[in-house]
């Protein structure tokens, strides 16, 4: 490890590295147990073309080719750049969707659960999506700040909602218990008293005017069983959404609750690791 620290210091700012044994590793820090795990994995991501470069006092700057993003100390922002830029997990879901579907052109991609916005970024850079309509959701303030600011370095045109995805129109309040507790894991929870505005798909895509959507990417951190299974409203939009990239969080409900809500809509379910894609087969190529 004290090769891998020199190696790091040699490669990288020498200041990234103050920066980083300064402000991430906070008592309440639980993204990586030791400093020594941080600076391996961004030694890890750097011997894949990643650069860094500081940015303020809470954040860094992460560049591959032509992407650059924000992304916040003591987080879970590292590993979510590598899963969408180094691993490309949605890569495989995006080539089934381009390869089986028929999609408009100047494509509509709703982020649901957009995080920090490396999703957004990489669906809309994909090829034969270039010219996409974005629309992020994200209802944690703090991070769709971040959110915002990372899309403007990126894309020319989008749009950033502050809102969850619901049921109906509502309010809701924050769950910081769920999962590993990091701002990956930040579930939604009903509360009419709570200071963030939840909202329905037929309401959105009102609010959005948006006949169709072609890709509806769909995070939300165990929220889709309310969204699917508790909103015939919602079910009935299912119509008009061509596809949908989902990550099931089985801790929060069966999915085989939820596989019939879209087998009995038309669409075909496809198992793809952490991911599960569904394809609306009235939009199948012939």
């Known amino acids: 490890m004290q090769k891998i620290k020199a190696l790091f ?30 600076l391996y994995k961004l030694l890890e991501l750097e011997k894949h073309g ?17 992407t650059s993003t ?37 494509p509509v991609i709703i982020d649901a659960g957009a995080n920090i916005g490396c999703s957004a970024i990489y669906l809309s850079r994909f090829e034969g999506l270039e010219n996409s309509k974005v629309i992020a959701l994200e209802p944690f303030p703090e991070t769709a700040k971040l959110l915002k600011k990372n899309l403007s370095a990126n894309l020319s045109t989008f749009e950033v909602a502050p809102m ?12 910081m218990n769920f999962r590993d507790g990091k701002e990956w894991s930040v579930r939604t929870v009903e509360d009419p008293n709570g200071q963030v505005k939840a909202v329905s798909i037929p309401k959105l895509m009102e609010q959005l005017d948006l006949k169709q959507i072609d890709i509806f ?15 015939r409203e ?17 801790d ?3 999915r085989t609750k939820l596989y019939p809500v879209f087998t009995e809509s038309g669409f075909e379910i496809i198992e793809l690791g952490e991911l599960t894609l569904f394809l609306n087969k009235s939009f199948l190529r012939s």
């Open 164 to 175: 969850a995805l619901w049921s109906k129109e509502t309010s809701i309040r924050f769950d």
């Open 234 to 250: 919602n079910v009935k939009c299912l119509i008009n959404i061509r596809s949908v990239i989902m990550e099931i969080h089985d």
């Open 252 to 254: 929060a409900g069966e």
């Open 70 to 106: 924000l992304l916040r100390k003591s987080s879970s922002d590292l590993q979510v750049f590598d899963q969408i830029f180094l691993r490309e997990e949605y890569k495989e879901a995006l080539k089934i969707i381009l390869q089986k579907l028929q999609i408009n052109s100047g």
């Open 9 to 38: 210091v040699s490669t990288l700012f020498v200041d990234i590295l103050k920066y980083i044994r300064g402000y991430a590793f906070a008592k309440n820090s639980i993204q990586f147990k030791t400093l020594d795990d941080y």
């Open 50 to 66: 990643v650069r860094y470069s500081r940015y303020s006092r809470k954040c860094f700057s992460a560049k591959i080719e032509l």
């Open 217 to 231: 990417k769909i995070d939300i951190e165990g929220s889709e069983f309310e969204v699917f299974l508790n909103s």
